[in-house]
């Protein structure tokens, strides 16, 4: 807490000299080191220190990758696979760049879960919650940016597809399109600056996780039973050396799962289409983007109907900015009083639920819209033959089996009757059975995503009969280690 | 200067004050305005770019049946020689019943004659969901109306590069393109 009394003696000449003059030691000391912390985190509260640890680890390796790339549209591909294959440690450092981003989204989404959860985001911490929402968008801004440098199918047609959205907007859409891209189409121009913007935006993400961590230590860490500090002697524990050690082996254990992946399974969470160059004139049969934006994804493509003069193609775009536009005012939506939700009841199944629907949103966003999200449910295609009579009727006779093959030889066999008989355009069509797509499956999860933060979360605050909360956290760790019911539920 | 003599305090002229609290905001505004234009006019096509927008094809080498794709300034064009039935399949469509109502002659731009050669279809590459560039018979598919197919996410064209089936909302749109000659076309962006 920033009302906290400094605690920091110079203990030599140097830094006594140095105090009073930038006192940067003071600062890291009182920041860091003695810091009052809550003595009850848990170890999702070690997610912001992995969080540093991800960002310093994806600019010293960008810095350095920067080093061997070429940003030109006729070199790009060629530079990456020299970095993978001829680079000293090249592939070492791209390896890690690249799964880097993954395990920084993964860091990231438990960070925002856990601020949910523990209402993270409620008085006097909101300007804290708004600048973790601003680090959020920019992290999804420079992965985007990224994905292009590497000039594979992926890249260049997965770009065209989000630059593309910006043409949904009325009016100006296309002239926002055209400055974004530097001409008609995705060319050289689009990829200098998507590279340059990419190598901008971490030290711009850098900046606002230092006001994110000031904001943090104005109020000062909340912690799992959702009630403020009251007793700095009993309910807090300095920052060193219990934090740094129980951040530190967090670090640690994410760091090995971090390994695995860069050692092992390098390319497990991306796509083999963006090891072929890209190729304007070629489309890849499947664009999915990578898997931290899928739930995103599949917001976009819920929206298949237009409403009033609104176009189906805007309102998607406005439905996945909305999505991430709503975290902006969650501490203003979510209208309890009581942080933690260890004494919501109803609001921790909501919550629940929420998680479920992000993780199958995510799994929407992966898989083709029209596919049945329960293959076995899913009836037998209907063949339908059509065909114009030789006197001029038209007709169409459907036929419909238990299995396909008989459906189709049944038709087979009155098409081939039919052109005996001199009839014309005879055609044979199926028509596919209906069943529960992934498309219904997203525009249901959609609908929940929504209504959790603008009809659940208000209304819950104002209904929901909450338990009773501890009355200090040193009362609540005291009734944990006796094993009362409160705190060991987590 | 103001050391050599003591100033008697004096009231403050307020409207003198606001008229320069008026002037230094408005004069630092317009040099905003005038700093940020450039800043963000640089990233709008350079003349390079723009100069790359237009080409002269010559058709006649694209077989029956065939389409040649070509890019002007990165962005894909189909130029399709349709085949008699391919022809007749376009004509031969209730135009009311269509997504996007367009009759196939619309499609069309004239020779220098003033006729229509319906042989020739030229349609930009693009679909119009969300950009993915359809296949169509350089990929040996051409989706359920014989014209292209998008494989992004089902959108079906006819012949004549109209939507029929999937989530796209209009026809592939027809390029700012003219004959030059009866076996020359021109298309600029």
């Known amino acids: 807490m920033s009302g906290h009394e400094s605690t920091y003696k110079p203990g030599n000449a140097f830094t006594k000299w140095l105090d009073s003059r930038l006192p940067i030691i003071r600062l890291a000391s009182d920041s860091f080191i003695d810091f009052p912390t809550p003595k009850n985190l848990n170890y999702w509260y070690t997610f912001g220190g992995i969080l540093a640890i991800c960002l310093a680890i994806q600019i010293i390796t960008g810095v350095i990758l920067a080093m061997h790339y070429t940003p030109d549209v006729t070199q790009a591909f060629a530079s990456v696979e020299r970095i993978m294959r001829d680079v000293p440690f090249g592939w070492l450092m791209r390896n890690i760049h690249t799964v880097g981003a993954s395990m920084f989204f993964l860091a990231v989404y438990i960070h925002m879960f856990r601020g949910l959860y523990y209402g993270s985001h409620k008085a006097p911490r909101e300007v804290l919650w708004l600048l973790g929402c601003v680090i959020f968008f920019l992290m999804i801004a420079t992965a985007f940016l990224g994905y292009m440098l590497p000039w594979g199918q992926m890249s260049l047609h997965g770009a065209n597809v989000i630059v593309n959205l910006f043409g949904a907007i009325p009016l100006v859409g296309e002239s926002i399109k055209a400055w974004l891209l530097g001409g008609p189409s995705i060319g050289n121009q689009t990829l200098q600056r998507f590279f340059s913007l990419h190598y901008l935006l971490p030290f711009m993400i850098a900046g606002v996780v230092i006001l994110h961590i000031w904001a943090l230590h104005v109020p000062g860490n909340g912690n799992p039973e959702g009630v403020e500090v009251k007793d700095v002697e009993k309910d807090t524990v300095p920052f060193h050396p219990y934090y740094t050690v129980k951040d530190g082996f967090a670090i640690v254990v994410f760091l090995i799962i971090f390994a695995v992946l860069v050692f092992y399974l390098p390319n497990v969470l991306g796509h083999a289409d963006n090891y072929i160059e890209a190729n304007p004139l070629i489309t890849p049969s499947h664009i999915v983007p990578e898997w931290y934006m899928l739930p995103f994804y599949a917001i976009l493509r819920a929206i298949t109907f237009d409403i009033g003069p609104i176009q189906a193609k805007l309102l998607g775009v406005i439905a996945m900015f909305a999505s991430i536009g709503v975290l902006f005012l969650l501490p203003w939506l979510d209208t309890s009083k009581v942080k933690s939700m260890r004494y919501r009841p109803v609001a921790r199944q909501f919550f629940f639920a929420f998680v479920a629907a992000g993780l199958m949103l995510g799994w929407c966003g992966a898989s083709n819209p029209d596919d049945p999200v329960f293959p076995s449910l899913k009836g037998a295609d209907a063949i339908v033959v059509e065909f114009t009579d030789p006197d001029g009727t038209k007709g169409t006779v459907t036929f419909k089996e238990k299995r396909e093959i008989d459906a189709y030889e049944a038709g087979d066999a009155f098409q081939e009757q039919k052109i005996a008989e001199g009839a014309t355009g005879v055609t044979l069509g199926t028509q596919t059975a209906k069943t529960f797509t992934f498309l219904h499956l997203a525009q249901i999860l959609t609908g929940f995503y929504f209504a959790y933060f603008l009809i659940i979360l208000p209304l819950l605050g104002l209904r929901e009969t909450p338990k009773d909360e501890p009355e200090s956290i040193h009362k609540a760790v005291l009734a944990g280690k006796r094993g009362s019911a409160a705190a060991a539920t987590e | ?189």
């Open chain 2, 1 to 189: 200067m103001s050391d050599s003599q003591p100033t008697k305090p004096e009231s403050v002229d307020e409207e003198r004050r606001d008229f320069i609290h008026i002037a230094a905001i408005a004069t630092t505004a317009a040099g905003a305005g005038l700093v940020a234009y450039p800043l963000i006019d640089q990233m709008n096509a350079a003349g390079d770019t723009k100069a790359a927008s237009s080409l002269e094809i010559d058709i006649s080498k694209v077989e029956v049946g065939g389409e040649l794709r070509v890019l002007i300034g990165g962005k894909p064009f189909f130029i399709r020689h349709r085949t008699a039935a391919e022809i007749t399949a376009a004509d031969d469509v209730d135009i009311s019943l269509l997504p996007d109502p367009e009759s196939d002659t619309d499609r069309l731009r004239p020779l220098p004659s003033n006729d229509f050669n319906p042989a020739i279809l030229v349609t930009s590459g693009t679909c119009t969901h969300l950009g993915c560039v359809p296949v169509g018979p350089s990929q040996g598919l051409v989706g359920d109306f014989g014209g292209w197919y998008c494989p992004c996410h089902g959108s079906h064209y006819d012949t004549s590069g109209r939507i029929r089936k999937g989530p796209a909302p209009t026809n592939l749109p027809i390029p700012n393109y003219e004959y030059v000659t009866p076996s020359v076309i021109k298309i600029s962006l």
